[in-house]
Protein backbone atom coordinates (compact mmCIF):
# COMPACT_ATOMS: atom_id res chain seq x y z
CA UNK A 1 0.00 0.00 0.00
CA UNK A 2 1.61 3.28 -0.99
CA UNK A 3 1.93 6.27 1.41
CA UNK A 4 -0.80 7.87 0.39
CA UNK A 5 -3.55 5.45 0.30
CA UNK A 6 -2.10 4.80 3.98
CA UNK A 7 -2.27 8.62 5.14
CA UNK A 8 -6.01 8.75 3.33
CA UNK A 9 -7.14 5.51 5.80
CA UNK A 10 -5.31 7.26 8.60
CA UNK A 11 -6.68 10.80 8.69
CA UNK A 12 -10.65 9.56 7.74
CA UNK A 13 -12.82 10.93 10.33
CA UNK A 14 -14.60 10.24 12.96
CA UNK A 15 -11.60 9.28 15.25
CA UNK A 16 -14.13 7.48 17.56
CA UNK A 17 -17.24 6.94 15.92
CA UNK A 18 -16.26 3.11 15.53
CA UNK A 19 -15.16 1.84 18.72
CA UNK A 20 -12.99 -1.62 18.51
CA UNK A 21 -12.27 -2.07 21.96
CA UNK A 22 -11.07 -6.21 21.22
CA UNK A 23 -8.06 -7.82 21.24
CA UNK A 24 -6.61 -10.34 18.80
CA UNK A 25 -4.29 -11.70 21.29
CA UNK A 26 -5.33 -13.22 24.77
CA UNK A 27 -6.53 -10.53 27.38
CA UNK A 28 -6.79 -10.39 31.26
CA UNK A 29 -10.86 -10.14 32.02
CA UNK A 30 -12.22 -8.04 34.69
CA UNK A 31 -13.62 -11.74 36.35
CA UNK A 32 -10.72 -12.96 37.19
CA UNK A 33 -9.93 -9.55 39.23
CA UNK A 34 -8.94 -10.25 43.06
CA UNK A 35 -9.68 -6.96 45.41
CA UNK A 36 -7.30 -6.79 48.63
CA UNK A 37 -8.45 -4.03 50.84
CA UNK A 38 -6.03 -1.74 52.38
CA UNK A 39 -5.39 -1.71 56.44
CA UNK A 40 -4.31 1.91 56.46
CA UNK A 41 -7.25 4.24 55.16
CA UNK A 42 -5.60 7.20 54.47
CA UNK A 43 -7.18 10.78 55.51
CA UNK A 44 -9.48 12.30 53.01
CA UNK A 45 -8.46 15.93 52.22
CA UNK A 46 -11.33 18.79 52.37
CA UNK A 47 -13.21 19.60 49.44
CA UNK A 48 -11.41 22.69 49.13
CA UNK A 49 -10.18 23.56 45.43
CA UNK A 50 -7.13 25.32 47.10
CA UNK A 51 -6.18 22.67 48.91
CA UNK A 52 -7.78 19.56 46.12
CA UNK A 53 -5.53 20.65 43.70
CA UNK A 54 -4.71 18.22 40.39
CA UNK A 55 -2.75 15.11 41.46
CA UNK A 56 -1.70 16.24 44.95
CA UNK A 57 -3.71 13.58 46.41
CA UNK A 58 -4.43 9.76 45.78
CA UNK A 59 -7.14 7.47 46.58
CA UNK A 60 -6.25 4.06 49.09
CA UNK A 61 -6.46 1.57 46.07
CA UNK A 62 -4.81 1.19 43.06
CA UNK A 63 -5.41 -1.68 40.03
CA UNK A 64 -2.27 -3.62 38.53
CA UNK A 65 -1.89 -5.89 36.11
CA UNK A 66 1.41 -7.68 34.81
CA UNK A 67 2.40 -9.13 30.98
CA UNK A 68 5.28 -10.98 30.42
CA UNK A 69 5.91 -11.90 26.53
CA UNK A 70 6.09 -15.60 27.66
CA UNK A 71 3.23 -15.74 29.78
CA UNK A 72 0.76 -12.82 28.81
CA UNK A 73 -1.23 -11.08 31.06
CA UNK A 74 -1.62 -11.66 34.49
CA UNK A 75 -4.82 -11.37 36.90
CA UNK A 76 -5.85 -7.92 37.62
CA UNK A 77 -5.63 -6.72 41.38
CA UNK A 78 -7.28 -4.35 42.96
CA UNK A 79 -4.62 -3.44 46.17
CA UNK A 80 -3.41 -1.01 48.25
CA UNK A 81 -2.24 1.75 47.00
CA UNK A 82 1.39 2.10 47.36
CA UNK A 83 5.27 2.45 45.23
CA UNK A 84 6.65 0.40 42.50
CA UNK A 85 10.08 -1.15 42.92
CA UNK A 86 11.64 -0.94 39.44
CA UNK A 87 15.20 -2.11 38.06
CA UNK A 88 16.83 0.64 36.73
CA UNK A 89 17.27 -0.69 33.59
CA UNK A 90 13.97 -0.72 33.14
CA UNK A 91 13.24 0.70 29.56
CA UNK A 92 10.60 3.02 30.61
CA UNK A 93 13.01 5.19 32.70
CA UNK A 94 15.33 4.81 29.23
CA UNK A 95 13.60 4.98 25.88
CA UNK A 96 9.74 6.42 27.66
CA UNK A 97 8.42 3.13 26.17
CA UNK A 98 5.26 4.11 28.41
CA UNK A 99 1.74 5.57 27.65
CA UNK A 100 -1.11 6.88 29.77
CA UNK A 101 -4.27 8.18 29.33
CA UNK A 102 -6.58 10.96 31.66
CA UNK A 103 -10.19 10.38 32.33
CA UNK A 104 -12.77 11.70 35.14
CA UNK A 105 -15.34 10.20 37.15
CA UNK A 106 -18.41 12.26 38.90
CA UNK A 107 -20.68 11.99 41.88
CA UNK A 108 -24.35 12.18 40.05
CA UNK A 109 -27.52 11.95 42.01
CA UNK A 110 -28.09 10.00 44.64
CA UNK A 111 -24.47 9.41 44.99
CA UNK A 112 -24.00 7.62 41.35
CA UNK A 113 -20.58 7.04 39.72
CA UNK A 114 -20.52 8.14 36.76
CA UNK A 115 -17.51 8.39 33.63
CA UNK A 116 -17.51 10.24 30.76
CA UNK A 117 -16.85 8.47 27.45
CA UNK A 118 -14.04 6.17 29.20
CA UNK A 119 -14.71 3.21 26.17
CA UNK A 120 -12.91 6.40 24.43
CA UNK A 121 -9.62 6.08 26.70
CA UNK A 122 -9.54 2.91 26.12
CA UNK A 123 -9.14 2.93 22.33
CA UNK A 124 -6.95 5.60 22.91
CA UNK A 125 -4.75 4.05 25.29
CA UNK A 126 -4.67 0.86 23.06
CA UNK A 127 -3.63 3.11 19.89
CA UNK A 128 -1.02 4.77 21.63
CA UNK A 129 0.20 1.27 23.77
CA UNK A 130 0.47 -0.68 19.73
CA UNK A 131 2.57 2.16 18.63
CA UNK A 132 5.24 1.94 21.38
CA UNK A 133 5.08 -1.98 20.84
CA UNK A 134 3.30 -2.33 24.28
CA UNK A 135 0.68 -5.30 24.69
CA UNK A 136 -2.51 -5.14 23.38
CA UNK A 137 -5.30 -5.49 25.82
CA UNK A 138 -9.63 -5.81 25.67
CA UNK A 139 -10.44 -2.24 26.58
CA UNK A 140 -13.79 -3.26 27.77
CA UNK A 141 -12.21 -5.35 30.05
CA UNK A 142 -9.71 -2.55 31.73
CA UNK A 143 -12.99 -0.39 31.62
CA UNK A 144 -14.66 -2.34 33.70
CA UNK A 145 -11.65 -2.74 36.28
CA UNK A 146 -11.33 0.65 36.38
CA UNK A 147 -15.31 0.86 36.94
CA UNK A 148 -14.66 -2.02 39.99
CA UNK A 149 -11.63 0.24 41.22
CA UNK A 150 -14.17 3.23 41.58
CA UNK A 151 -16.75 1.49 43.39
CA UNK A 152 -13.77 0.38 45.99
CA UNK A 153 -12.84 4.04 46.15
CA UNK A 154 -15.97 5.27 45.35
CA UNK A 155 -15.55 7.59 49.28
CA UNK A 156 -12.60 9.25 47.20
CA UNK A 157 -14.95 10.84 44.33
CA UNK A 158 -16.13 14.42 45.50
CA UNK A 159 -19.32 14.85 45.75
CA UNK A 160 -19.71 18.46 45.19
CA UNK A 161 -20.34 20.80 41.70
CA UNK A 162 -16.73 21.38 40.20
CA UNK A 163 -15.24 18.77 41.62
CA UNK A 164 -14.09 15.28 40.10
CA UNK A 165 -11.89 12.27 40.33
CA UNK A 166 -9.37 12.07 38.01
CA UNK A 167 -8.41 8.80 36.06
CA UNK A 168 -4.85 8.09 35.28
CA UNK A 169 -4.94 4.36 33.79
CA UNK A 170 -0.42 3.96 32.22
CA UNK A 171 1.49 1.18 30.40
CA UNK A 172 5.12 1.23 31.14
CA UNK A 173 8.02 -0.84 29.87
CA UNK A 174 9.63 -3.04 32.78
CA UNK A 175 12.07 -5.07 30.67
CA UNK A 176 15.04 -5.47 32.74
CA UNK A 177 17.96 -5.05 30.13
CA UNK A 178 19.13 -2.09 28.00
CA UNK A 179 18.57 -1.99 24.42
CA UNK A 180 16.10 0.08 22.18
CA UNK A 181 13.44 -2.84 21.20
CA UNK A 182 10.45 -3.84 22.07
CA UNK A 183 10.27 -4.88 25.50
CA UNK A 184 9.49 -8.49 27.04
CA UNK A 185 7.55 -7.01 30.05
CA UNK A 186 5.10 -4.72 30.78
CA UNK A 187 2.78 -3.08 34.02
CA UNK A 188 -0.55 -1.42 33.74
CA UNK A 189 -1.78 0.14 36.50
CA UNK A 190 -4.48 2.86 37.42
CA UNK A 191 -4.44 5.56 40.22
CA UNK A 192 -7.21 7.62 40.84
CA UNK A 193 -7.02 11.21 42.25
CA UNK A 194 -9.39 13.77 43.71
CA UNK A 195 -9.20 17.15 42.09
CA UNK A 196 -11.22 20.75 42.73
CA UNK A 197 -12.34 22.73 39.88
CA UNK A 198 -9.64 23.94 37.32
CA UNK A 199 -10.76 27.03 37.85
CA UNK A 200 -11.71 27.76 41.25
CA UNK A 201 -13.63 30.80 40.66
CA UNK A 202 -14.83 30.26 37.51
CA UNK A 203 -13.77 29.93 33.73
CA UNK A 204 -10.83 31.93 33.45
CA UNK A 205 -9.09 33.35 30.00
CA UNK A 206 -5.23 33.16 29.41
CA UNK A 207 -2.89 34.63 27.04
CA UNK A 208 -0.96 32.68 25.00
CA UNK A 209 2.32 32.55 23.15
CA UNK A 210 2.78 31.32 19.17
CA UNK A 211 6.03 29.46 19.62
CA UNK A 212 7.69 29.69 16.20
CA UNK A 213 10.68 28.29 17.55
CA UNK A 214 10.22 25.17 19.24
CA UNK A 215 7.61 22.28 18.00
CA UNK A 216 5.33 19.93 19.75
CA UNK A 217 5.37 17.23 17.45
CA UNK A 218 6.26 16.79 13.62
CA UNK A 219 4.35 15.04 10.70
CA UNK A 220 4.85 11.23 10.93
CA UNK A 221 5.87 11.28 14.62
CA UNK A 222 3.47 10.53 17.60
CA UNK A 223 1.69 13.88 18.50
CA UNK A 224 -1.37 12.06 17.93
CA UNK A 225 -0.52 9.61 20.74
CA UNK A 226 -0.77 9.75 24.48
CA UNK A 227 2.75 8.70 24.96
CA UNK A 228 5.16 9.80 27.60
CA UNK A 229 7.54 11.89 25.17
CA UNK A 230 5.49 13.87 24.07
CA UNK A 231 5.51 15.57 27.11
CA UNK A 232 8.78 16.33 28.93
CA UNK A 233 9.94 18.50 25.95
CA UNK A 234 7.31 21.07 26.74
CA UNK A 235 8.46 22.00 30.12
CA UNK A 236 11.21 24.63 29.05
CA UNK A 237 9.32 26.12 26.88
CA UNK A 238 6.10 26.53 29.22
CA UNK A 239 8.30 27.81 31.77
CA UNK A 240 10.03 30.54 28.97
CA UNK A 241 6.71 31.63 28.15
CA UNK A 242 5.32 32.30 31.10
CA UNK A 243 8.43 34.15 32.53
CA UNK A 244 7.27 37.11 29.84
CA UNK A 245 3.53 37.04 30.64
CA UNK A 246 2.14 34.04 28.98
CA UNK A 247 -0.14 31.23 30.20
CA UNK A 248 0.70 28.67 27.47
CA UNK A 249 2.24 27.90 23.88
CA UNK A 250 0.09 28.04 21.05
CA UNK A 251 1.59 25.24 19.12
CA UNK A 252 2.96 25.28 15.55
CA UNK A 253 5.09 24.19 12.78
CA UNK A 254 8.07 26.09 11.12
CA UNK A 255 5.29 27.40 7.95
CA UNK A 256 2.79 28.42 10.31
CA UNK A 257 0.04 25.45 10.99
CA UNK A 258 -1.89 25.50 13.81
CA UNK A 259 -1.06 22.45 16.34
CA UNK A 260 -2.70 22.30 19.83
CA UNK A 261 -2.74 25.05 23.02
CA UNK A 262 -0.15 23.43 25.70
CA UNK A 263 -2.16 20.45 26.28
CA UNK A 264 -5.32 21.63 25.22
CA UNK A 265 -6.74 21.29 21.55
CA UNK A 266 -7.83 24.57 19.69
CA UNK A 267 -11.15 25.88 18.45
CA UNK A 268 -11.33 29.07 16.36
CA UNK A 269 -14.52 30.76 16.11
CA UNK A 270 -14.96 33.37 13.70
CA UNK A 271 -16.98 35.12 10.50
CA UNK A 272 -15.11 33.78 7.42
CA UNK A 273 -14.30 36.11 4.64
CA UNK A 274 -17.57 35.15 2.88
CA UNK A 275 -19.66 36.08 5.82
CA UNK A 276 -20.26 33.31 7.77
CA UNK A 277 -20.53 32.04 11.05
CA UNK A 278 -17.88 29.17 11.71
CA UNK A 279 -16.44 27.18 14.06
CA UNK A 280 -12.75 25.58 12.97
CA UNK A 281 -10.54 23.53 14.44
CA UNK A 282 -7.28 22.24 13.00
CA UNK A 283 -7.87 18.53 11.33
CA UNK A 284 -6.19 15.20 12.98
CA UNK A 285 -2.96 15.07 10.96
CA UNK A 286 -1.48 12.76 13.12
CA UNK A 287 0.34 15.15 15.05
CA UNK A 288 -2.58 16.68 16.80
CA UNK A 289 -3.81 14.58 19.78
CA UNK A 290 -7.49 13.23 18.76
CA UNK A 291 -8.71 14.87 22.27
CA UNK A 292 -11.83 13.23 23.64
CA UNK A 293 -13.35 16.83 24.65
CA UNK A 294 -12.63 18.03 21.44
CA UNK A 295 -14.80 14.96 19.97
CA UNK A 296 -17.55 16.05 21.93
CA UNK A 297 -17.21 19.53 21.16
CA UNK A 298 -17.83 19.28 17.55
CA UNK A 299 -20.46 17.11 18.20
CA UNK A 300 -22.51 19.02 20.32
CA UNK A 301 -22.12 22.01 17.76
CA UNK A 302 -23.09 20.26 14.75
CA UNK A 303 -25.91 20.04 16.65
CA UNK A 304 -26.82 22.54 17.33
CA UNK A 305 -27.27 23.70 13.65
CA UNK A 306 -26.52 27.49 14.06
CA UNK A 307 -23.01 27.49 12.23
CA UNK A 308 -20.89 25.53 10.05
CA UNK A 309 -18.50 22.92 11.97
CA UNK A 310 -15.18 22.75 10.39
CA UNK A 311 -12.24 20.64 10.68
CA UNK A 312 -9.06 21.42 8.04
CA UNK A 313 -5.67 22.78 7.98
CA UNK A 314 -5.42 26.34 9.75
CA UNK A 315 -2.22 28.61 9.80
CA UNK A 316 -1.43 31.10 12.10
CA UNK A 317 -1.44 33.34 9.52
CA UNK A 318 -5.57 33.02 8.92
CA UNK A 319 -6.12 33.21 12.74
CA UNK A 320 -4.30 36.83 12.81
CA UNK A 321 -5.99 38.19 9.80
CA UNK A 322 -9.10 37.49 11.46
CA UNK A 323 -8.11 38.91 14.38
CA UNK A 324 -6.92 41.53 12.86
CA UNK A 325 -10.06 42.71 10.60
CA UNK A 326 -12.19 41.98 13.95
CA UNK A 327 -13.65 38.70 12.70
CA UNK A 328 -12.67 36.32 15.19
CA UNK A 329 -15.80 36.23 17.81
CA UNK A 330 -13.81 33.70 20.58
CA UNK A 331 -10.75 31.54 20.67
CA UNK A 332 -10.42 28.71 23.56
CA UNK A 333 -9.29 25.46 24.17
CA UNK A 334 -10.26 22.30 25.75
CA UNK A 335 -9.21 19.02 27.50
CA UNK A 336 -9.88 16.47 30.10
CA UNK A 337 -8.75 18.80 32.98
CA UNK A 338 -9.59 22.09 32.24
CA UNK A 339 -12.78 21.04 29.81
CA UNK A 340 -12.81 24.83 28.31
CA UNK A 341 -9.86 27.17 27.90
CA UNK A 342 -11.28 30.45 26.80
CA UNK A 343 -8.04 32.96 25.33
CA UNK A 344 -7.94 36.20 25.82
CA UNK A 345 -5.24 36.99 24.15
CA UNK A 346 -2.24 35.29 21.74
CA UNK A 347 1.29 36.93 20.98
CA UNK A 348 3.25 36.77 17.57
CA UNK A 349 5.86 37.98 16.21
CA UNK A 350 6.42 40.74 18.77
CA UNK A 351 2.94 41.71 19.03
CA UNK A 352 0.16 41.08 21.12
CA UNK A 353 -3.24 40.45 19.55
CA UNK A 354 -6.23 40.79 21.55
CA UNK A 355 -9.39 38.61 21.66
CA UNK A 356 -13.03 39.27 22.50
CA UNK A 357 -14.39 37.64 25.49
CA UNK A 358 -17.05 38.73 27.96
CA UNK A 359 -15.60 39.99 30.93
CA UNK A 360 -18.80 39.15 32.83
CA UNK A 361 -19.26 35.17 31.73
CA UNK A 362 -14.65 35.33 31.71
CA UNK A 363 -15.43 33.59 28.56
CA UNK A 364 -16.96 34.04 24.91
CA UNK A 365 -20.63 33.38 24.44
CA UNK A 366 -20.18 29.83 22.54
CA UNK A 367 -17.21 28.58 24.69
CA UNK A 368 -19.35 29.29 27.74
CA UNK A 369 -22.19 27.56 26.75
CA UNK A 370 -20.00 24.89 25.55
CA UNK A 371 -18.71 24.47 29.30
CA UNK A 372 -22.19 24.94 31.00
CA UNK A 373 -23.27 21.78 28.51
CA UNK A 374 -20.06 19.40 29.12
CA UNK A 375 -20.59 20.09 33.23
CA UNK A 376 -24.30 19.32 32.89
CA UNK A 377 -23.73 16.38 30.69
CA UNK A 378 -21.18 14.65 33.02
CA UNK A 379 -22.84 15.74 36.36
CA UNK A 380 -26.25 16.19 35.78
CA UNK A 381 -28.95 13.85 36.77
CA UNK A 382 -30.10 12.98 32.71
CA UNK A 383 -29.01 10.02 30.87
CA UNK A 384 -26.79 10.48 27.89
CA UNK A 385 -24.92 8.21 25.46
CA UNK A 386 -21.46 9.66 26.75
CA UNK A 387 -22.20 8.77 30.54
CA UNK A 388 -21.93 5.31 32.08
CA UNK A 389 -23.46 4.93 35.41
CA UNK A 390 -21.11 2.70 37.27
Known amino acids: MSVSKVQKLFFRFSYYKNLDLSSPYPSF ?6 TTHTMHYITKPPCDPKIMTFGAFHTDHMLEVDWTEKMGWSRPQIIPFKSFSIHPFAACLHYAIECFEGAKAYKGPNKTIRTFRLDCNMYRMKQSAKRLSLPDFDGAELQKCIEGLLKVDQDWIPDRPGFSCYIRPT ?7 LGVRASSRAKLFVVLCPVGP ?4 GLKPVRVFCNTTTIRSAPGGVGGYKVAGNYAPTVMP ?7 GFHQNLWMLPDGLVQEMGVCNLFFFWTNKQGERELVTPQLDGTILPGIV ?5 ELTREMNQFKVIEKKLYIQEVIEAISEGRMIEMFGSGTAVSIQPIEAIGYNDKIYEVK ?8 ELSHKLFDMITEIQTGGKPHKWINVV
Open 294 to 298: RDSLL
Open 357 to 364: YDPKLNAG
Open 171 to 177: IIATEEA
Open 238 to 244: LKEVQQI
Open 29 to 34: QARDMT
Open 198 to 201: YFPS
